[in-house]
């Protein structure tokens, strides 16, 4: 039970999320009115990819010092996992911004930065397929992954910021900070950050698990 009691944690923050998400009370804001609640799923779906993506960069640089094949797979479920809740954002986003801008993917610069990273780790997941022998596949994976990381920083949280965006805190716009002045959305949000990235955890360390039993398995069958 002491072990599992982060696991305990992500199910009862994303559980309180999803209700105050719902019938919680939010500011009333120009544009948004209640789509606003749509902050306590897109956002964390980001938190939570973030999250895992940093989790694989850790272990490929653990990966090329140690030559350990395990953080090799950590890495890879790692991103298996963050791509996960990359969909789930654009799915989300799209969502919202045929709300509120009458346009599931209106010409946005971080919209256009979020398509190009994705395709950057779906590229890492290719590249991996692509390579058969374990050694090499593994090393050259994690180069890859360790200059995707900051590549995506920069295109998602540096570039729109540099030019004219729809979103808040981009091109000159308002931040939620800025315009949720009674701070309801704030302790929610976290709370809901906080509850995906510890389940996209979970969801990655029983992706890892189901490799290292199916690794097993082939080696059992080849020996």
């Not at 919680?24 to 009115?33: A, R």
């Not at 509850?195 to 360390?205: A, D, E, P, Q």
Request: glycine residues 6%; hydrophobic residues 50%; positive net charge.
């Amino acid at each position: 039970m002491r072990k599992n009691w982060w696991k305990i944690l992500a199910v009862v923050l994303v559980a309180a999320s999803i209700v105050a998400g719902l019938i919680g009370p939010v500011p009333t804001l120009p544009i948004l009115h209640e789509s606003i609640r749509n902050v306590y799923f897109h956002v964390p779906m980001w938190f939570a990819m973030l999250t895992l993506y940093l989790i694989s960069v850790i272990y490929s640089v653990k990966y090329l010092n140690s030559g350990n094949m395990k953080y090799d797979l950590i890495a890879v479920e790692a991103v298996n996992t963050g791509i996960i809740f990359c969909f789930l954002g654009l799915g989300t986003g799209m969502l919202w911004a045929n709300i509120t801008w009458g346009d599931p993917w209106p010409k946005d610069p971080k919209l256009n930065s979020s398509a190009i990273a994705t395709l950057m780790y779906l590229a890492y997941l290719v590249l991996r397929n692509a390579l058969d022998e374990e050694q090499k596949r593994a090393k050259i994976s994690a180069i890859y992954n360790i200059f995707a990381f900051p590549v995506m920083i920069v295109l998602l949280y540096v570039l729109p910021r540099l030019t004219d965006s729809l979103h808040p805190g981009n091109g000159g716009n308002s931040t939620f900070s800025d315009i949720d002045l009674d701070n309801n959305l704030r302790p929610v949000l976290y709370a809901a950050g906080l509850g995906w990235s510890l389940i996209g955890v979970w969801i990655g360390s029983l992706r890892y698990r189901a490799r290292l039993i199916e690794r097993e398995q082939f080696n059992n069958e080849i020996n």
